[in-house]
């Protein structure tokens, strides 16, 4: 009865030193801050974190943990014979929940091509899949890297180093010629599109690991 107070879905806040994900589970709140130790030092991440907690009224948490993760794609997510599924794959941040979908989208690509491929295509196919599924990596990629492009109303090292130095090098990160596919100009694509006055209803269902719904969000702000 009465309203709901508490949070009933994911939040991502912005906070000094980068952001805080809260995802509210059946029985306790996850709470993780996603920081560079290059820039912040972990007590001063932990002061942050604990000012927030309390602004949230959470007064037990389970003892912390400070887990270090990599951003990157493999080249060869499959070979032919073994495929790297999941964070033995890549990983990027977990911005925006990507992790389970790309594994899932490397399962599918390799089940398909192992189930329905004749073996004698194997050599030419292998290129392609692992093309696909870096080209698929990359969209999603540009797309959370995208979230930093401006920074944040914080006005610290972390915000300014992801809007001055990380995200000014998405172009020469994901140069075709390096990275051997497509994807950044269909990032540029749907960002043409978002910027066009009017969308045409055959481009509503373009994507670019996103669909454009969510670049639109992203672009105008929620609801807008
Ligand atoms: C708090 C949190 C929230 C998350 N939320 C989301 C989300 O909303 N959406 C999303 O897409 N992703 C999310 N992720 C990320 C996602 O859960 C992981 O990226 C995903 O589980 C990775 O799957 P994996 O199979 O590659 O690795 P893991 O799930 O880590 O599996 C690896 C397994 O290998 C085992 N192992 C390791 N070394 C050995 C060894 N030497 N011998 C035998 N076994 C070994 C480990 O015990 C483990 O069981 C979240 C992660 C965290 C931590």
Redesign the pocket.
Known sequence: DGPVLKHTY?RAIARPHGWV?V?PLTAHT?Y?YIFNRDISGLEEVEKDFDELLAQDGVTEFEKRAV?RFPNFVHRRIYDGAVAR?????G?ME?LE???????EMQVGMILQMRFNRPAEYQENDVPVVNRFLINDTLTCGLFVGWHYSCGSRYDSPFWRHARDRAWPTYRSATDPAAVGCAALSKFDEMIGLINAPVIDQSDWDRRCGFPLTSFAQMSQGLGA
Do not use: D, E, W
Not at 97 to 103: D, E, G, K, V, W
């Open positions: 994911t994900f995802i996850s993780g887990l599924i999941g964070n033995a794959g990983f977990p929940a990507t992790a389970i979908r790309l594994a």
